[in-house]
């Protein structure tokens, strides 16, 4: 009898705990929300230009720079910077470099101002007295445009006759700069460039020395190094001399202020496959590439060229980089740059 009584209440107790749902409340096995995320973060700042570029003075070796904020006073420090490298005052007799000078005048300081401001439509452009460089920025869109034509630069003053560089003679460059932020490349998953770019124009005069080349460049800096060593990262978009861009492996030369660093370029094909690798003036083209792995391979070749030999990948970053122009032959080129961005995509911290 007792037997059955016990198991009669066994029974009641279960039916009365299997409807009362509190008494059990449910677990969460697992969803996911804990585990990390991956999360894409935007590098650039002010990505349409609208605080303004810095524009540097013309020599390389002591940079300095005045504010090109479009005609507003009282602006915050501009975060883009434009490099326009290049004094042949040194080397040629009687040159007035300054003819080539965008640098804006700062009254407070008593600097001549050299650039010429002006405005086309939605764009702000600047230019110099010699017609050598020309620059617009559309605000709203964050569309820009550079133009150097060396035939207007590489000349002899008086005669106003172009005359080519000599070995070891500066050339010049148009470069946009800005330091984003420091991306340890062993600690991220990816890290993105972007943008959409056209060779609007490519008249070569004379190509019996140097080339046009159109590039973006980072410095892959090894952070634990006492000497800050590191090494150069060339994304190469154009270079006149090739059909196809061959990559890039060798030690920065050719000036008294060439850094003596390793050098390494994906090949044309590598950057734009859907093209494999040629580039059309007049057309469009959209570059999307994860720069850890290649600039990886950089760092693994570099080394074994004897470069970096006491780094580790680990302390390996990128914290700046420039683009633009780079012209040491006698050539009148043009490009617009379009929807720029890099990203590096890591866990969530």
Known sequence: MKRIALMLAIVMLLSVLSSCEILFPSIDPGNGDDEPKLVEREMLFDRNFEKGIKISNLNSHQVGYTWWTYGATGADEPFWSLGQYCDLSSTRANYDSTKNDLSLGNELFDIPAYGIEGVDGDYFTLTNESGSKYISVNTKTGEYNLIVDTTKEYINQETGKPVVRKNGEDWVHMIMQQTPGVVYLDQVESFIMELDFTITENIEYDNSIGASQFQWIFSVHDKASVLNDYMWFNVTLFDNRYEVFPGTQLYDGGKADATGK???????????????????????????????????????LAQSKGALSESEWKNMAVNGFNIGWEVSNLAK????????????????K
Request: charged share 35%; hydrophobic share 35%.
């Open 262 to 300: 390793f050098i390494y370029a994906p090949t044309g094909e590598e950057i734009l496959p859907e093209s494999k690798g040629k580039i059309e003036v007049g057309k469009t083209y959209h570059v999307k590439i994860d720069l850890k792995e290649y600039m990886k391979t950089a760092f693994d």
């Open 333 to 348: 080129v043009g490009v617009k740059i379009e929807n720029m961005s890099l990203r590096v995509v890591e866990y969530e």
